[in-house]
């Protein structure tokens, strides 16, 4: 902001897309005291998102945590509607609509014909590029990424994804706007996965490669439970949903190349459309129990190592210590966490902190995954990943051990005795 000036609130407000994401973050701006306006072309979303806004405000209703007056004021700052009117006066709109970069330019498209230059056009987008999502609207200087976290009422991060053009003032608001809704905002550069997805990535994928080489993958959730993540990597997948995840496994490779090789285990899944808790079959079977609550069951047998079984090795990992599984993916991570602060996508460690608890849940006790890899000690670490990248689950797939080669930012700091977060 110029001359130091503090960003000011945002009063009025629009989303464009009515499904659980858009819903959510409509419900939260309204509930936040922002006049919003919700957009879908489906009716029946729009109707949807009303009645959860509606279950939401009257749950804090009963419990005395909001005013009634304030509760009905809430309910009344959410308007719906099919059509694309009434977002001339809005200081922001957010799209979360499909994750194709077409749709999402044809939306800001339509909406920079409509709304006052200065307006912030924000995407919700997790995988792509706000620069491609910008690219020939006028004023691209307003264009940021805003990616909330599903469930968006109980997710405390907000990454805000700055593209080559955008402001500092916009920078500025969409910060605000974000602490305002009662979220921890970490800004982060224009790259593929932003910081958390991109962080995500080899964690998951590197669950998978363990399966195909002969772990449970309940033996798995069971040690990252213990280390004191809310859940395991499985059950995190089926929680994402199959397909997102795919998705997101294949841009993450298209950016970064072969440590991000995607496993093949989880296509027969989404080929058959079991892809998690949302269909009620992932990698668990998921039951119905009581209000219609799901459980986690047991491994849905169309999950199989495939292919991955019949290969040299494939049987390396079947009897791994729980220790072992941590390292697996807990390194797998730091080793993209150091080269995501060798390029700068984060301020720095303490933002990676923020964004490795309150993104992904990453144990709120150990500090953050930067000052766990500091207690470790920056060469324990390096020491460790290069045995990681010897072992032989590691070595015997496709794209051996490049997912464990330390990077500069860890190489440089062992040899001269500092640590990671330095």
């Known amino acids: 902001m110029p001359n130091g000036e503090k960003a000011g609130p945002i009063a009025r407000g629009a989303v464009i897309g009515g499904g659980v994401m858009g819903g959510g973050i409509a419900g939260l701006m309204a509930e936040r005291g922002i006049a919003t306006r919700l957009r879908d072309l489906s009716q029946a979303a729009l109707d949807t998102a009303q009645l959860e806004h509606r279950k939401s405000v009257d749950k804090k209703r009963k419990r ?107 920078v500025a608001r969409t910060a605000r706007l974000a602490i305002d809704l009662g979220k921890t905002p970490v800004v982060t550069t224009d790259v593929a996965g932003f910081l958390v997805n991109r962080l995500l990535g080899p964690y998951l994928d590197e669950a998978l490669r363990m399966f195909e080489n002969g772990a449970d993958p309940a033996a798995i959730d069971r040690a990252m439970l213990e280390f004191g993540m809310p859940m395991g990597p499985f059950a995190l997948l089926d929680e994402v949903g199959l397909d997102i995840a795919a998705h997101a496994a294949a841009s ?44 986690q069951g047991s491994r849905n047998p169309r999950l199989s190592r495939g292919a991955a079984g019949m290969r040299e090795g494939a049987r390396a990992d079947s009897h791994l210590e729980a220790d072992e599984i941590v390292d697996r993916l807990i390194l797998a991570m730091a080793g993209e966490a150091a080269r995501a602060l060798e390029e700068g996508v984060v301020a720095g460690a303490g933002e990676l902190d923020l964004a490795t608890v309150f993104g992904m849940g990453f144990p709120p006790f150990r500090g953050g995954l930067a000052r766990y890899l500091d207690a470790r000690g920056i060469s324990t670490v390096e020491k460790r990943m290069r045995e990681l990248a010897e072992s032989p689950g590691v070595v015997a797939r496709s794209f051996g051990p490049a997912r464990y080669e330390p990077a500069d930012w860890i190489t440089t700091r062992a040899s001269e005795g500092r640590s990671f977060s330095s």
């Open 252 to 295: 993450l490779h298209r950016a970064y190349g072969e440590r991000m090789t995607p496993s093949a285990s989880l296509a027969p899944l989404v080929e058959a459309g079991e892809v998690g808790k949302k269909s009620e079959r992932g990698i668990f079977l998921w039951e119905k129990v009581k209000k219609g609550r799901l459980t």
């Open 64 to 170: 005395r945590r909001l005013k009634p007056h304030l509760a009905d004021a809430a309910i009344d700052r959410l308007e719906v509607t099919t059509e694309a009117v009434g977002f001339e006066r809005c200081e922001i709109v957010i799209e979360a609509v499909a994750e194709v970069l077409e749709i999402k330019r044809s939306v800001f498209g339509e909406l920079a014909e409509r709304m006052a230059p200065d307006a912030i056009l924000a995407t919700n987008t997790s995988s792509l590029s706000v620069a491609e999502i910008a690219e020939g609207l006028p004023n691209p200087e307003r264009v940021i990424g805003l990616h909330f976290f599903n469930p968006v009422p109980k997710m405390p991060l907000v990454e805000i994804v700055r593209g080559p053009a955008t402001s500092d003032e916009v």
